[in-house]
C-alpha cells in the first residue's frame, strides 16, 4: 500500500466535482483512504451582497478575471500554516505541458491544491503570491479549469499504490517507454467473423511479448512519431 494524497480543489462550480469523485476508482481511493478530497466554494469567500467573484480586466477587452481578494482568503483559510506546504497547482493553456511523467511525480506528492480559474483566469498576482505550478492539459482552451483539474487528480490517483487493482495495468500503459499502448482483444475469440490475431491464443509468452511491442511501436511511429525521438 502506497501514501494517502490529499486533494483540496478552490472552483466556482462545487458541484462539478460531484459524479467524478463518485464513481469507479477514484470512488474506491477515496473510500480505501488513499484519496481525501475537499472542494471549496470560491464563492464563500467574497464579501459583498452579490458574491462577485470576477470583475472587469484592467486594460479593457472582452472577458473577465477571478477577482484576487476571495481567493486570497480562501488559501489563507485552506493552507495551513505548518510544513510540508502543499503544492498549489493552477491548471491554465499557459502552463507547461501535463503528462505522464508529470502525473506520476504528482501522485508521489502528499498534499495538492487545485485553483480552477475561469473566464480569461485569475489576476497575476495570485499566481505570484500562491501558484507553485502551472500545467497545461494541450494546446486548446476550456471553458474552466475544472475539467484540467479532474483530469490532473484522475491521472496521478491512478498510479498511487493500491489504487489500481493489478499495478500491473498500470506499468504497460499507454507513454510507458515512450510508446502507445498496443491493441488488445477479449472473448469471445469469434465475433461474427471478427476474430482475434492468432498469436494472442497461442500460450507462447515471448511471442505474445514480441507482438505487442511491435505493435506498439508501429502505433507510435504512425500516430506520434514525436514520441519516438524522445
Ligand atoms: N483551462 C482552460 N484551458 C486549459 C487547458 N488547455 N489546460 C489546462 N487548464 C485549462
Given at each position: 500500500m502506497g501514501g494517502k494524497l490529499k486533494v483540496d480543489i478552490l472552483t466556482?462550480?462545487?458541484?462539478?466535482f460531484d459524479s467524478i469523485f463518485n464513481y469507479s476508482i477514484l470512488k474506491r481511493a477515496c473510500d480505501a483512504d488513499i484519496l481525501d478530497v475537499n472542494i471549496f466554494d470560491?464563492?464563500?469567500?467574497?464579501?459583498d451582497r452579490h458574491h462577485q467573484a470576477d470583475d472587469y480586466r484592467f486594460g479593457g477587452g472582452a472577458g473577465m478575471l477571478l477577482k484576487p481578494e476571495p481567493i486570497f482568503r480562501a488559501f489563507k483559510n485552506i493552507?495551513?500554516?505548518?510544513?510540508?506546504k502543499p503544492l498549489i497547482i493552477y491548471p491554465t493553456p499557459q502552463g507547461i505541458p501535463f503528462n505522464q511523467d508529470v502525473a506520476d511525480e504528482l501522485s508521489k506528492e502528499t498534499h495538492l491544491v487545485f485553483l480552477c480559474g475561469h473566464y480569461?483566469?485569475?489576476?497575476?498576482r495570485v499566481i505570484e503570491r500562491w501558484v507553485d505550478r502551472e500545467y497545461s492539459l494541450g494546446d486548446y482552451v476550456l471553458t474552466g479549469g475544472e475539467i484540467a483539474a479532474a483530469v490532473m487528480v484522475d491521472s496521478a490517483v491512478r498510479?498511487?499504490?493500491?489504487?489500481?487493482?493489478?499495478i500491473d495495468s498500470a506499468l504497460?500503459?499507454?507513454?510507458?517507454?515512450?510508446l502507445l499502448d498496443c491493441p488488445h482483444y477479449t472473448r469471445p475469440e469469434n465475433l461474427n467473423g471478427l476474430s482475434v490475431p492468432g498469436v494472442l491464443l497461442s500460450g507462447h509468452h515471448r511471442n505474445i511479448a514480441l507482438w505487442r511491442k511491435i505493435t506498439a511501436q508501429f502505433l507510435t511511429k504512425k500516430r506520434r512519431p514525436e514520441l519516438n525521438k524522445k
Open positions: 466556482l462550480f462545487p458541484q462539478f470560491l464563492r464563500e469567500y467574497t464579501t493552507i495551513p500554516d505548518v510544513k510540508p480569461k483566469g485569475v489576476d497575476q498510479m498511487i499504490p493500491g489504487v489500481l487493482g493489478d504497460d500503459d499507454s507513454f510507458r517507454h515512450n
